[in-house]
Protein backbone atom coordinates (compact mmCIF):
# COMPACT_ATOMS: atom_id res chain seq x y z
CA UNK A 1 0.00 0.00 0.00
CA UNK A 2 1.50 3.63 0.44
CA UNK A 3 4.39 4.42 0.93
CA UNK A 4 6.64 7.37 2.30
CA UNK A 5 10.32 8.45 1.71
CA UNK A 6 11.65 12.04 3.05
CA UNK A 7 15.01 13.23 2.48
CA UNK A 8 16.95 16.43 4.17
CA UNK A 9 20.91 16.70 3.73
CA UNK A 10 23.35 18.27 1.42
CA UNK A 11 22.82 15.84 -1.58
CA UNK A 12 20.73 16.06 -4.07
CA UNK A 13 17.50 14.50 -2.56
CA UNK A 14 15.83 13.39 -5.88
CA UNK A 15 18.01 10.25 -7.43
CA UNK A 16 17.32 9.47 -3.18
CA UNK A 17 13.42 9.74 -3.68
CA UNK A 18 13.27 8.02 -6.86
CA UNK A 19 15.47 5.21 -5.68
CA UNK A 20 13.62 4.87 -2.43
CA UNK A 21 10.32 4.65 -4.10
CA UNK A 22 11.59 2.31 -6.13
CA UNK A 23 12.22 0.24 -3.13
CA UNK A 24 8.42 0.84 -1.89
CA UNK A 25 7.32 -0.70 -5.06
CA UNK A 26 6.90 -4.28 -3.70
CA UNK A 27 3.55 -2.88 -1.58
CA UNK A 28 1.80 -2.07 -4.72
CA UNK A 29 0.49 1.26 -6.23
CA UNK A 30 -1.28 3.02 -8.35
CA UNK A 31 0.96 6.62 -8.76
CA UNK A 32 3.84 8.27 -7.44
CA UNK A 33 4.98 11.73 -6.92
CA UNK A 34 8.03 13.78 -5.70
CA UNK A 35 8.28 17.17 -3.83
CA UNK A 36 11.62 18.69 -3.39
CA UNK A 37 12.59 22.22 -1.85
CA UNK A 38 14.86 23.74 -4.90
CA UNK A 39 18.05 25.85 -4.38
CA UNK A 40 16.72 29.18 -4.86
CA UNK A 41 13.86 27.97 -2.53
CA UNK A 42 11.27 27.47 -4.62
CA UNK A 43 8.58 24.28 -3.97
CA UNK A 44 8.89 21.59 -7.14
CA UNK A 45 6.30 19.17 -7.67
CA UNK A 46 6.10 16.13 -9.99
CA UNK A 47 3.73 13.48 -9.74
CA UNK A 48 2.25 10.78 -11.79
CA UNK A 49 -0.41 8.21 -12.63
CA UNK A 50 1.85 4.84 -12.91
CA UNK A 51 5.20 3.38 -12.32
CA UNK A 52 8.29 5.42 -10.35
CA UNK A 53 9.86 4.57 -13.68
CA UNK A 54 7.02 7.06 -15.63
CA UNK A 55 7.91 9.75 -12.86
CA UNK A 56 11.37 9.21 -13.27
CA UNK A 57 11.03 9.73 -17.01
CA UNK A 58 8.62 12.62 -16.27
CA UNK A 59 11.44 14.70 -14.42
CA UNK A 60 12.87 18.07 -15.87
CA UNK A 61 16.37 18.25 -15.78
CA UNK A 62 16.62 21.12 -13.44
CA UNK A 63 14.25 19.04 -10.75
CA UNK A 64 16.79 19.32 -8.14
CA UNK A 65 17.15 19.80 -4.21
CA UNK A 66 16.85 19.05 -0.83
CA UNK A 67 14.70 18.37 1.59
CA UNK A 68 12.51 16.56 -0.85
CA UNK A 69 9.14 13.78 0.32
CA UNK A 70 8.03 11.21 -1.96
CA UNK A 71 4.75 9.07 -2.10
CA UNK A 72 3.72 6.04 -3.88
CA UNK A 73 0.32 5.77 -3.47
CA UNK A 74 -2.36 3.17 -3.60
CA UNK A 75 -5.85 4.59 -3.92
CA UNK A 76 -8.37 5.11 -1.62
CA UNK A 77 -9.96 8.47 -1.43
CA UNK A 78 -10.34 9.27 -6.03
CA UNK A 79 -9.21 7.24 -8.19
CA UNK A 80 -5.87 6.73 -9.60
CA UNK A 81 -4.83 9.51 -11.55
CA UNK A 82 -2.10 12.67 -11.78
CA UNK A 83 -4.21 15.03 -9.45
CA UNK A 84 -4.72 12.57 -6.83
CA UNK A 85 -1.04 11.43 -6.62
CA UNK A 86 0.66 12.76 -3.64
CA UNK A 87 2.37 15.06 -2.80
CA UNK A 88 -0.23 17.54 -2.11
CA UNK A 89 0.29 21.10 -1.83
CA UNK A 90 -1.35 24.19 -0.18
CA UNK A 91 0.97 27.83 -0.65
CA UNK A 92 4.82 26.91 0.33
CA UNK A 93 3.47 23.35 2.07
CA UNK A 94 3.91 19.74 0.25
CA UNK A 95 2.46 17.02 2.18
CA UNK A 96 2.45 13.05 1.75
CA UNK A 97 0.37 11.16 3.47
CA UNK A 98 -0.16 6.80 4.68
CA UNK A 99 -3.54 5.93 5.69
CA UNK A 100 -6.91 7.43 5.90
CA UNK A 101 -8.38 10.71 7.53
CA UNK A 102 -12.01 9.78 8.37
CA UNK A 103 -13.59 12.77 9.21
CA UNK A 104 -12.00 14.76 5.38
CA UNK A 105 -15.34 15.15 4.10
CA UNK A 106 -16.35 17.48 6.66
CA UNK A 107 -13.53 19.39 6.88
CA UNK A 108 -13.29 19.57 3.42
CA UNK A 109 -16.42 20.98 3.36
CA UNK A 110 -15.29 23.18 6.12
CA UNK A 111 -12.49 24.23 3.76
CA UNK A 112 -14.29 25.42 0.41
CA UNK A 113 -17.14 27.37 2.73
CA UNK A 114 -13.70 29.58 3.74
CA UNK A 115 -13.16 29.71 0.08
CA UNK A 116 -10.21 27.20 -0.17
CA UNK A 117 -10.08 25.30 -3.92
CA UNK A 118 -8.93 21.79 -4.29
CA UNK A 119 -7.34 20.20 -7.17
CA UNK A 120 -7.88 16.97 -6.30
CA UNK A 121 -10.65 13.94 -4.74
CA UNK A 122 -8.35 13.15 -1.40
CA UNK A 123 -8.17 13.69 1.98
CA UNK A 124 -4.37 14.49 1.81
CA UNK A 125 -5.25 17.28 -0.04
CA UNK A 126 -7.55 18.51 3.43
CA UNK A 127 -4.53 17.83 5.69
CA UNK A 128 -2.32 20.37 3.18
CA UNK A 129 -4.66 23.10 3.37
CA UNK A 130 -5.08 22.48 6.99
CA UNK A 131 -1.00 22.81 7.68
CA UNK A 132 -0.82 25.67 5.36
CA UNK A 133 -3.45 28.12 6.94
CA UNK A 134 -2.02 26.69 10.79
CA UNK A 135 1.60 27.78 9.48
CA UNK A 136 2.03 31.48 11.17
CA UNK A 137 4.03 33.74 9.45
CA UNK A 138 7.12 32.76 11.46
CA UNK A 139 6.96 29.54 9.93
CA UNK A 140 6.64 27.37 12.52
CA UNK A 141 6.02 24.54 10.42
CA UNK A 142 6.13 21.69 13.44
CA UNK A 143 3.64 24.31 15.10
CA UNK A 144 1.59 24.17 11.68
CA UNK A 145 1.17 20.46 11.96
CA UNK A 146 0.62 20.28 15.26
CA UNK A 147 -2.27 22.17 15.47
CA UNK A 148 -3.73 20.50 12.04
CA UNK A 149 -3.33 17.40 13.33
CA UNK A 150 -5.98 17.81 16.03
CA UNK A 151 -8.90 18.41 14.07
CA UNK A 152 -8.05 15.09 12.45
CA UNK A 153 -9.82 11.79 13.02
CA UNK A 154 -8.69 8.89 11.08
CA UNK A 155 -4.63 6.97 10.64
CA UNK A 156 -1.95 8.69 9.54
CA UNK A 157 1.97 8.42 8.32
CA UNK A 158 2.63 11.89 7.12
CA UNK A 159 5.96 13.68 5.98
CA UNK A 160 5.40 17.69 5.54
CA UNK A 161 7.96 20.14 3.48
CA UNK A 162 7.60 23.73 3.67
CA UNK A 163 9.67 26.03 1.14
CA UNK A 164 9.92 28.66 3.14
CA UNK A 165 11.64 26.30 6.24
CA UNK A 166 14.11 24.22 3.99
CA UNK A 167 16.18 22.91 6.19
CA UNK A 168 13.56 20.91 7.51
CA UNK A 169 11.04 17.84 6.97
CA UNK A 170 8.23 17.40 9.70
CA UNK A 171 6.80 13.89 10.28
CA UNK A 172 4.12 12.23 12.31
CA UNK A 173 2.72 8.95 12.77
CA UNK A 174 -0.79 7.56 13.90
CA UNK A 175 -1.43 4.19 12.90
CA UNK A 176 0.91 3.75 9.92
CA UNK A 177 4.52 3.66 10.44
CA UNK A 178 6.95 6.01 9.90
CA UNK A 179 10.58 5.17 10.31
CA UNK A 180 14.01 7.87 10.80
CA UNK A 181 17.09 6.92 9.10
CA UNK A 182 19.86 8.52 10.62
CA UNK A 183 23.30 8.99 8.32
CA UNK A 184 26.47 11.22 8.09
CA UNK A 185 25.13 14.83 8.67
CA UNK A 186 21.55 13.75 6.76
CA UNK A 187 18.57 12.32 7.10
CA UNK A 188 16.22 9.93 5.68
CA UNK A 189 12.42 9.41 6.42
CA UNK A 190 10.76 6.12 5.12
CA UNK A 191 7.16 4.07 6.29
CA UNK A 192 9.08 0.81 5.34
CA UNK A 193 12.91 -0.29 6.47
CA UNK A 194 13.27 -1.89 2.77
CA UNK A 195 13.33 2.31 1.46
CA UNK A 196 16.60 3.13 3.53
CA UNK A 197 18.94 0.02 4.22
CA UNK A 198 20.73 1.39 1.69
CA UNK A 199 22.07 4.32 3.27
CA UNK A 200 22.02 3.37 6.83
CA UNK A 201 21.39 1.01 9.38
CA UNK A 202 20.83 3.31 12.13
CA UNK A 203 16.63 4.02 12.00
CA UNK A 204 14.17 4.89 14.89
CA UNK A 205 10.84 4.20 15.04
CA UNK A 206 8.12 6.76 15.85
CA UNK A 207 5.41 5.85 18.05
CA UNK A 208 1.69 6.40 17.55
CA UNK A 209 0.99 9.85 18.50
CA UNK A 210 4.71 11.07 17.82
CA UNK A 211 5.82 14.12 15.55
CA UNK A 212 9.28 14.55 15.16
CA UNK A 213 11.25 17.61 13.12
CA UNK A 214 14.10 16.13 10.89
CA UNK A 215 17.13 18.03 9.75
CA UNK A 216 20.25 16.88 8.46
CA UNK A 217 21.98 17.45 11.70
CA UNK A 218 19.60 15.06 13.51
CA UNK A 219 15.82 14.81 14.80
CA UNK A 220 13.99 16.07 18.11
CA UNK A 221 10.95 13.85 18.45
CA UNK A 222 7.71 15.10 21.23
CA UNK A 223 4.24 13.81 21.34
CA UNK A 224 1.25 15.48 19.46
CA UNK A 225 0.83 17.54 22.85
CA UNK A 226 4.73 19.24 22.65
CA UNK A 227 5.94 16.75 25.51
CA UNK A 228 9.76 15.95 24.11
CA UNK A 229 10.01 12.32 24.13
CA UNK A 230 13.59 10.38 24.12
CA UNK A 231 14.39 7.96 21.65
CA UNK A 232 17.11 5.30 20.81
CA UNK A 233 18.51 4.32 17.34
CA UNK A 234 18.10 0.73 16.79
CA UNK A 235 20.01 -1.36 14.17
CA UNK A 236 18.51 -2.76 10.91
CA UNK A 237 20.10 -5.87 9.94
CA UNK A 238 18.66 -6.98 6.77
CA UNK A 239 20.76 -6.86 4.20
CA UNK A 240 20.56 -4.31 0.55
CA UNK A 241 20.80 -7.76 -1.40
CA UNK A 242 17.70 -8.98 -0.11
CA UNK A 243 15.54 -6.67 -1.84
CA UNK A 244 17.19 -7.87 -4.99
CA UNK A 245 15.89 -11.36 -6.76
CA UNK A 246 19.44 -12.46 -7.89
CA UNK A 247 19.71 -15.64 -9.54
CA UNK A 248 15.48 -15.94 -9.50
CA UNK A 249 13.12 -14.96 -12.08
CA UNK A 250 10.89 -12.72 -9.38
CA UNK A 251 10.83 -12.34 -5.80
CA UNK A 252 8.11 -15.09 -5.38
CA UNK A 253 10.61 -17.76 -6.48
CA UNK A 254 13.24 -16.16 -4.39
CA UNK A 255 11.44 -16.55 -1.27
CA UNK A 256 9.82 -19.57 -1.79
CA UNK A 257 13.72 -20.93 -1.93
CA UNK A 258 14.57 -19.09 0.71
CA UNK A 259 12.54 -21.47 2.71
CA UNK A 260 15.15 -23.90 4.35
CA UNK A 261 17.07 -20.65 5.51
CA UNK A 262 14.49 -18.86 7.04
CA UNK A 263 13.46 -22.19 8.97
CA UNK A 264 16.83 -22.36 10.07
CA UNK A 265 16.93 -18.93 11.80
CA UNK A 266 12.98 -19.26 12.95
CA UNK A 267 14.93 -22.40 14.83
CA UNK A 268 18.51 -20.58 15.69
CA UNK A 269 18.89 -20.87 19.49
CA UNK A 270 15.50 -21.72 20.43
CA UNK A 271 15.14 -25.76 20.81
CA UNK A 272 16.58 -27.12 23.97
CA UNK A 273 18.31 -30.68 24.08
CA UNK A 274 18.47 -30.86 27.75
CA UNK A 275 14.23 -30.74 28.69
CA UNK A 276 13.12 -31.41 24.44
CA UNK A 277 11.84 -28.13 24.87
CA UNK A 278 11.58 -24.60 23.15
CA UNK A 279 13.07 -21.48 24.37
CA UNK A 280 10.82 -18.25 23.67
CA UNK A 281 12.00 -15.16 25.74
CA UNK A 282 10.07 -12.85 24.33
CA UNK A 283 6.85 -14.46 25.47
CA UNK A 284 7.05 -12.96 28.52
CA UNK A 285 5.23 -15.88 30.29
CA UNK A 286 7.26 -18.04 33.34
CA UNK A 287 5.87 -21.81 33.41
CA UNK A 288 3.66 -20.86 35.74
CA UNK A 289 1.62 -18.02 34.12
CA UNK A 290 2.12 -20.10 30.75
CA UNK A 291 -0.16 -23.04 32.80
CA UNK A 292 -2.98 -20.92 33.89
CA UNK A 293 -4.20 -20.39 30.41
CA UNK A 294 -6.99 -22.96 29.39
CA UNK A 295 -7.41 -21.67 26.17
CA UNK A 296 -5.57 -20.29 23.12
CA UNK A 297 -7.18 -18.33 20.24
CA UNK A 298 -4.81 -17.21 16.99
CA UNK A 299 -5.90 -13.78 14.87
CA UNK A 300 -4.14 -12.91 11.65
CA UNK A 301 -5.36 -11.78 8.15
CA UNK A 302 -5.43 -14.18 4.87
CA UNK A 303 -1.94 -16.55 5.11
CA UNK A 304 -1.46 -15.03 8.35
CA UNK A 305 -5.00 -16.77 10.09
CA UNK A 306 -4.47 -19.80 7.84
CA UNK A 307 -0.69 -20.36 9.47
CA UNK A 308 -2.39 -19.27 12.63
CA UNK A 309 -5.04 -22.24 11.96
CA UNK A 310 -2.17 -24.96 11.14
CA UNK A 311 -0.91 -23.48 15.07
CA UNK A 312 -3.94 -23.87 16.89
CA UNK A 313 -3.91 -27.39 15.33
CA UNK A 314 -0.70 -28.06 16.61
CA UNK A 315 -1.22 -26.03 20.11
CA UNK A 316 -4.17 -28.45 20.79
CA UNK A 317 -2.26 -31.02 19.86
CA UNK A 318 0.88 -30.95 21.65
CA UNK A 319 -0.61 -28.37 24.66
CA UNK A 320 -4.00 -30.64 24.84
CA UNK A 321 -4.99 -26.75 25.11
CA UNK A 322 -8.36 -26.21 23.39
CA UNK A 323 -7.25 -23.47 20.57
CA UNK A 324 -8.67 -21.90 17.58
CA UNK A 325 -7.97 -19.11 15.12
CA UNK A 326 -10.10 -16.50 13.51
CA UNK A 327 -9.42 -13.82 11.11
CA UNK A 328 -8.99 -10.74 12.92
CA UNK A 329 -10.41 -8.28 10.07
CA UNK A 330 -13.85 -10.09 11.93
CA UNK A 331 -13.09 -10.49 15.09
CA UNK A 332 -13.24 -7.06 17.08
CA UNK A 333 -16.53 -6.57 14.83
CA UNK A 334 -18.48 -9.07 16.70
CA UNK A 335 -17.79 -7.46 20.43
CA UNK A 336 -15.27 -10.47 21.34
CA UNK A 337 -15.62 -12.11 24.75
CA UNK A 338 -12.17 -11.61 25.90
CA UNK A 339 -11.13 -13.78 28.60
CA UNK A 340 -8.58 -13.69 31.40
CA UNK A 341 -7.40 -17.20 31.08
CA UNK A 342 -7.11 -16.80 26.99
CA UNK A 343 -3.73 -16.26 25.54
CA UNK A 344 -4.01 -14.59 22.10
CA UNK A 345 -1.53 -14.79 19.75
CA UNK A 346 -1.95 -11.89 17.05
CA UNK A 347 0.52 -13.25 13.85
CA UNK A 348 1.50 -10.97 11.11
CA UNK A 349 4.78 -10.64 9.05
CA UNK A 350 4.70 -7.32 7.91
CA UNK A 351 3.61 -5.95 11.95
CA UNK A 352 1.35 -3.07 10.41
CA UNK A 353 -1.72 -5.17 8.92
CA UNK A 354 -4.44 -2.47 10.40
CA UNK A 355 -7.33 -5.31 10.83
CA UNK A 356 -5.02 -7.13 12.96
CA UNK A 357 -3.42 -4.23 14.89
CA UNK A 358 -6.82 -3.17 15.54
CA UNK A 359 -7.73 -6.36 16.75
CA UNK A 360 -4.92 -6.29 19.30
CA UNK A 361 -5.83 -2.87 20.13
CA UNK A 362 -9.13 -3.62 21.30
CA UNK A 363 -8.25 -6.95 22.97
CA UNK A 364 -5.34 -4.94 25.21
CA UNK A 365 -7.94 -2.57 25.86
CA UNK A 366 -10.04 -5.45 27.12
CA UNK A 367 -7.18 -6.67 29.50
CA UNK A 368 -6.79 -9.35 27.00
CA UNK A 369 -2.57 -11.09 26.98
CA UNK A 370 -1.28 -11.01 23.49
CA UNK A 371 1.57 -12.23 22.16
CA UNK A 372 2.84 -11.31 18.62
CA UNK A 373 4.54 -13.67 16.36
CA UNK A 374 5.65 -11.19 13.46
CA UNK A 375 8.29 -10.93 11.25
CA UNK A 376 8.85 -6.93 11.07
CA UNK A 377 10.91 -6.08 14.03
CA UNK A 378 9.84 -2.52 15.75
CA UNK A 379 6.60 -2.64 13.47
CA UNK A 380 3.45 -1.12 15.17
CA UNK A 381 2.01 -5.16 16.08
CA UNK A 382 5.34 -6.19 17.48
CA UNK A 383 5.25 -3.05 19.79
CA UNK A 384 1.39 -2.87 21.14
CA UNK A 385 1.71 -6.53 22.44
CA UNK A 386 2.65 -7.72 25.86
CA UNK A 387 5.28 -9.65 24.24
CA UNK A 388 5.79 -12.48 20.82
CA UNK A 389 8.49 -14.09 18.72
CA UNK A 390 10.16 -12.70 15.57
CA UNK A 391 10.33 -14.74 12.70
CA UNK A 392 13.92 -13.80 11.52
CA UNK A 393 12.70 -14.97 7.48
CA UNK A 394 14.13 -11.86 6.53
CA UNK A 395 12.17 -9.04 4.21
CA UNK A 396 9.53 -10.93 2.28
CA UNK A 397 9.11 -8.41 -0.99
CA UNK A 398 6.79 -10.84 -3.28
CA UNK A 399 3.16 -10.04 -2.43
CA UNK A 400 2.47 -13.40 -1.83
CA UNK A 401 3.44 -14.71 1.46
CA UNK A 402 5.54 -18.04 1.24
CA UNK A 403 8.72 -17.90 3.82
CA UNK A 404 6.76 -16.00 6.16
CA UNK A 405 3.93 -18.50 6.32
CA UNK A 406 6.43 -21.04 6.84
CA UNK A 407 8.63 -19.41 9.24
CA UNK A 408 5.00 -18.76 11.58
CA UNK A 409 3.90 -22.06 10.94
CA UNK A 410 7.59 -23.12 12.58
CA UNK A 411 7.69 -20.07 15.39
CA UNK A 412 3.70 -21.55 16.45
CA UNK A 413 4.81 -24.87 16.41
CA UNK A 414 8.07 -23.91 18.60
CA UNK A 415 5.08 -21.79 20.84
CA UNK A 416 3.56 -25.50 20.83
CA UNK A 417 6.09 -27.31 22.05
CA UNK A 418 7.09 -24.85 24.91
CA UNK A 419 3.33 -25.17 26.20
CA UNK A 420 3.22 -28.79 25.61
CA UNK A 421 6.02 -29.43 27.88
CA UNK A 422 4.68 -26.98 30.26
CA UNK A 423 1.63 -29.30 30.29
CA UNK A 424 1.52 -33.21 29.59
CA UNK A 425 3.55 -33.86 26.64
CA UNK A 426 6.13 -36.04 27.51
CA UNK A 427 10.17 -35.59 26.94
CA UNK A 428 10.11 -38.35 24.50
CA UNK A 429 7.30 -36.60 22.36
CA UNK A 430 8.98 -33.49 23.11
CA UNK A 431 12.29 -34.58 21.17
CA UNK A 432 10.26 -36.13 18.64
CA UNK A 433 8.83 -32.79 17.98
CA UNK A 434 12.35 -31.27 18.51
CA UNK A 435 14.13 -33.20 16.11
CA UNK A 436 10.84 -33.16 13.45
CA UNK A 437 11.44 -29.49 13.31
CA UNK A 438 15.46 -30.00 12.54
CA UNK A 439 14.84 -31.93 10.16
CA UNK A 440 11.78 -29.27 8.05
CA UNK A 441 15.00 -27.51 6.51
CA UNK A 442 16.30 -30.43 4.47
CA UNK A 443 12.97 -31.81 3.80
CA UNK A 444 12.34 -28.46 2.40
CA UNK A 445 15.02 -28.40 -0.13
CA UNK A 446 14.29 -31.71 -1.01
CA UNK A 447 11.05 -30.82 -2.28
CA UNK A 448 12.40 -27.51 -3.91
CA UNK A 449 14.67 -30.01 -5.78
CA UNK A 450 11.34 -31.37 -7.70
CA UNK A 451 10.40 -27.64 -8.92
CA UNK A 452 10.47 -28.39 -12.52
CA UNK A 453 8.15 -31.77 -11.83
CA UNK A 454 5.65 -29.25 -10.23
CA UNK A 455 5.95 -26.65 -12.51
CA UNK A 456 5.22 -29.09 -15.24
CA UNK A 457 2.13 -30.39 -13.48
CA UNK A 458 1.28 -26.11 -12.88
CA UNK A 459 1.58 -25.49 -17.02
CA UNK A 460 -1.11 -28.97 -17.92
CA UNK A 461 -3.42 -27.91 -14.75
CA UNK A 462 -3.83 -23.86 -15.87
CA UNK A 463 -5.82 -25.22 -18.76
CA UNK A 464 -9.10 -25.52 -16.48
CA UNK A 465 -10.87 -22.51 -15.14
CA UNK A 466 -10.59 -23.37 -11.65
CA UNK A 467 -9.41 -25.89 -9.30
CA UNK A 468 -10.60 -27.00 -5.93
CA UNK A 469 -7.80 -27.70 -2.93
CA UNK A 470 -9.55 -30.26 -0.22
CA UNK A 471 -7.37 -31.53 2.87
CA UNK A 472 -8.91 -33.42 6.45
CA UNK A 473 -7.79 -31.75 9.55
CA UNK A 474 -4.24 -31.09 9.79
CA UNK A 475 -4.31 -31.06 5.66
CA UNK A 476 -7.32 -28.40 6.06
CA UNK A 477 -4.90 -25.47 6.37
CA UNK A 478 -3.09 -26.67 4.04
CA UNK A 479 -6.04 -26.50 1.26
CA UNK A 480 -6.75 -23.25 2.89
CA UNK A 481 -3.21 -21.84 1.80
CA UNK A 482 -2.96 -23.43 -1.44
CA UNK A 483 -5.96 -22.31 -2.42
CA UNK A 484 -5.14 -18.67 -1.19
CA UNK A 485 -1.62 -18.76 -3.35
CA UNK A 486 -3.30 -19.72 -6.54
CA UNK A 487 -6.25 -17.47 -6.54
CA UNK A 488 -3.93 -14.43 -5.56
CA UNK A 489 -0.83 -14.87 -8.33
CA UNK A 490 -2.62 -16.89 -11.40
CA UNK A 491 -6.54 -15.45 -10.83
CA UNK A 492 -7.75 -18.81 -11.78
CA UNK A 493 -10.79 -19.65 -9.14
CA UNK A 494 -9.76 -21.98 -6.26
CA UNK A 495 -11.78 -23.08 -3.43
CA UNK A 496 -10.58 -25.01 -0.24
CA UNK A 497 -12.74 -27.37 1.59
CA UNK A 498 -12.72 -29.84 4.17
CA UNK A 499 -12.29 -33.11 2.47
CA UNK A 500 -15.05 -34.32 4.64
CA UNK A 501 -17.35 -31.78 3.35
CA UNK A 502 -17.06 -32.11 0.10
CA UNK A 503 -20.03 -34.82 -0.63
CA UNK A 504 -22.41 -31.98 1.52
CA UNK A 505 -22.74 -29.63 -1.45
CA UNK A 506 -19.69 -28.76 -3.16
CA UNK A 507 -19.50 -32.66 -5.33
CA UNK A 508 -22.18 -31.11 -7.32
CA UNK A 509 -19.09 -29.10 -9.16
CA UNK A 510 -16.91 -31.87 -9.61
CA UNK A 511 -16.51 -33.00 -12.97
CA UNK A 512 -13.51 -33.42 -15.83
CA UNK A 513 -13.81 -29.45 -15.98
CA UNK A 514 -12.24 -28.63 -11.91
CA UNK A 515 -9.66 -31.01 -10.98
CA UNK A 516 -9.06 -31.53 -7.30
CA UNK A 517 -5.88 -30.57 -5.20
CA UNK A 518 -5.96 -33.08 -2.37
CA UNK A 519 -3.84 -33.09 0.68
CA UNK A 520 -3.03 -36.73 1.63
CA UNK A 521 -0.64 -37.33 4.36
CA UNK A 522 0.09 -40.95 5.54
CA UNK A 523 -1.97 -40.37 8.97
CA UNK A 524 -4.76 -42.13 10.69
CA UNK A 525 -7.10 -40.59 8.09
CA UNK A 526 -5.35 -41.15 5.31
CA UNK A 527 -8.16 -44.08 3.90
CA UNK A 528 -10.76 -42.06 4.46
CA UNK A 529 -8.76 -39.41 2.35
CA UNK A 530 -8.64 -42.12 -0.63
CA UNK A 531 -12.17 -42.64 -0.24
CA UNK A 532 -13.01 -38.95 -0.71
CA UNK A 533 -10.82 -38.91 -3.87
CA UNK A 534 -12.78 -42.22 -5.43
CA UNK A 535 -15.57 -39.89 -5.22
CA UNK A 536 -14.32 -37.74 -7.03
CA UNK A 537 -12.52 -39.77 -9.91
CA UNK A 538 -16.43 -41.35 -9.91
CA UNK A 539 -17.92 -38.35 -11.04
CA UNK A 540 -14.48 -37.75 -13.74
CA UNK A 541 -12.53 -35.21 -11.71
CA UNK A 542 -9.27 -35.20 -12.03
CA UNK A 543 -6.85 -35.70 -9.52
CA UNK A 544 -3.58 -34.23 -8.09
CA UNK A 545 -2.94 -35.72 -5.16
CA UNK A 546 0.23 -34.50 -2.45
CA UNK A 547 0.75 -37.09 -0.53
CA UNK A 548 4.12 -39.12 1.26
CA UNK A 549 3.60 -42.48 -0.87
CA UNK A 550 2.44 -42.31 -4.53
CA UNK A 551 2.11 -46.24 -4.60
CA UNK A 552 -0.76 -45.70 -2.24
CA UNK A 553 -2.71 -43.26 -3.55
CA UNK A 554 -1.88 -43.84 -7.27
CA UNK A 555 -5.22 -46.04 -8.18
CA UNK A 556 -7.17 -43.16 -6.92
CA UNK A 557 -5.17 -39.69 -8.47
CA UNK A 558 -4.14 -38.87 -12.08
CA UNK A 559 -0.84 -37.23 -10.64
CA UNK A 560 0.99 -37.73 -7.30
CA UNK A 561 3.76 -34.98 -5.48
CA UNK A 562 4.85 -36.74 -3.48
CA UNK A 563 6.50 -35.39 0.14
CA UNK A 564 9.04 -36.36 2.55
CA UNK A 565 7.51 -37.43 5.85
CA UNK A 566 8.24 -35.58 9.03
CA UNK A 567 6.09 -35.93 12.16
CA UNK A 568 2.37 -35.95 11.34
CA UNK A 569 1.93 -32.66 13.61
CA UNK A 570 4.29 -31.15 11.40
CA UNK A 571 3.80 -32.64 8.07
CA UNK A 572 1.66 -30.03 7.05
CA UNK A 573 4.49 -27.56 6.91
CA UNK A 574 5.97 -29.71 4.42
CA UNK A 575 2.78 -30.28 2.41
CA UNK A 576 2.23 -26.77 1.83
CA UNK A 577 5.65 -25.81 -0.02
CA UNK A 578 4.42 -27.77 -3.39
CA UNK A 579 1.10 -25.87 -3.43
CA UNK A 580 3.66 -22.69 -3.34
CA UNK A 581 4.86 -23.82 -6.24
CA UNK A 582 2.39 -24.71 -7.87
CA UNK A 583 0.53 -21.15 -7.65
CA UNK A 584 4.08 -19.74 -8.60
CA UNK A 585 4.15 -21.47 -12.10
CA UNK A 586 0.81 -21.24 -13.09
CA UNK A 587 1.19 -17.74 -12.61
CA UNK A 588 4.06 -17.78 -14.83
CA UNK A 589 2.58 -20.02 -18.00
CA UNK A 590 -0.33 -17.27 -17.54
CA UNK A 591 1.93 -14.71 -17.97
CA UNK A 592 0.77 -12.74 -15.07
CA UNK A 593 3.04 -9.58 -12.81
CA UNK A 594 3.70 -12.34 -10.46
CA UNK A 595 5.27 -10.56 -7.47
CA UNK A 596 2.62 -7.95 -7.55
CA UNK A 597 -0.68 -9.52 -8.34
CA UNK A 598 -3.28 -6.95 -9.53
CA UNK A 599 -5.62 -5.37 -6.43
CA UNK A 600 -3.56 -6.36 -3.86
CA UNK A 601 -0.65 -4.58 -1.64
CA UNK A 602 2.01 -6.41 0.36
CA UNK A 603 0.88 -4.47 3.44
CA UNK A 604 -2.63 -3.70 4.22
CA UNK A 605 -2.76 -0.49 6.17
CA UNK A 606 -6.90 0.44 6.19
CA UNK A 607 -9.57 -0.94 6.83
C1 LIG B 1 -1.28 -13.84 1.08
C2 LIG B 1 -0.91 -12.66 1.79
C3 LIG B 1 -1.93 -11.97 2.63
C4 LIG B 1 -1.30 -11.64 3.97
C5 LIG B 1 -2.27 -10.82 4.84
C6 LIG B 1 -1.70 -10.53 6.21
O1 LIG B 1 -0.24 -14.38 0.36
O2 LIG B 1 0.20 -12.26 1.71
O3 LIG B 1 -3.09 -12.74 2.80
O4 LIG B 1 -0.94 -12.83 4.60
O5 LIG B 1 -2.58 -9.62 4.19
O6 LIG B 1 -0.50 -9.84 6.11
P1 LIG B 1 0.47 -9.72 7.35
O7 LIG B 1 1.02 -11.09 7.61
O8 LIG B 1 1.52 -8.75 6.92
O9 LIG B 1 -0.34 -9.25 8.50
Redesign the pocket.
Known amino acids: MCGIVAYAGPRDAVPIMLEGLARLEYRGYDSAGIAVVGRSGDLRVRKVKGRVARLADDLPARFKGSPAIGHTRWATHGEPSDANAHPHVSGSVAVVHNGIIENADELRAKLAGDGVEFASATDTEVLAHLIARAADDAGDLEGAVRRALTSLVGTYGIAVIDARRPERIVVARNGSPVVLGIGEREMFVASDLSALVRYTRQVVHLDDGELATVEAGGFRTSTLDARATAKSPSVIDWEPGQYDTGSYDHFLQKEIHEQPSAVRRALSGRLDTRFHTAHLGGLELDARQAREFRRVKII?????YYAGLMGAQLIEELARVPAGAEPASEFRYRNPVVEHDTLYIA????G??YD?LAAVQELRRKGGRVLGVVNAVGSAIARECDGGVYLHAGPEIS???TK?FTSTAVVLALIALHLGRIHDLSPADGRRIADGLRALPEQIEEILAHEDHIAALARDLVRHPGMFFIGRVRGYPVAREGA??LK?ISYLHAEAYQASELKHGPLALVGPELPTVAVVPDDELFDKNVSTLGQVRARHGRVLAVAHRAGAVAENADDVIVVPKNQPELDPILLTIPLQILAYHAAVELGHDVDKPRNLAK??TVE
Open positions: GCGSAVSQSETTVASAQKESV
